[in-house]
């Protein structure tokens, strides 16, 4: 059974960076695409960014790009997506999973502050 757990949230000013990581345990990491979501308060999951195995190209989506940057270690088990120049609208619980999705881990909370 996949587990995902999610970590590196945390609360930093508008205009800040994070590098959130995700550990893949108990599954295939490298033939799989995988993604960070987001979900703000009262908001739907929405997909940030997607990175596929293989050759690993990836997709962001609007808001993202430029900004953050999802990448992949089969190595270590992770994924990482690092975020720069957040802004106070980033904020929400982000959650890694595979495209598309095993069960969902806690996912790791951002803020952002104005």
């Known amino acids: 059974q996949v587990q995902l757990v999610e970590s590196g949230g945390a609360l930093v000013q508008a205009g800040g960076s994070l590098r959130l990581s995700c550990k893949v345990s108990?599954?295939?990491?490298?033939?799989?695409?995988m993604a960070w979501y987001r979900q703000g308060s009262g908001d739907q999951r929405e997909l940030v960014a997607q990175?596929?195995?293989?050759?690993?190209?990836?997709i962001y989506a609007d808001f993202a790009k430029g900004r953050f940057t999802i990448s992949r270690d089969h190595e270590k088990h992770m994924v990482y997506l690092q975020m720069n120049n957040l802004k106070p609208e980033d904020a929400g619980v982000y959650y890694c999973?595979?495209?598309?999705?095993?069960?969902w881990g806690q996912g790791t909370q951002v803020l952002v502050s104005s």
């Open positions: 108990g599954g295939m990491l490298a033939f799989y695409t």
């Open positions: 990175i596929f195995s293989g050759q690993r190209p990836t």
């Open positions: 999973n595979r495209v598309p999705p095993f069960a």
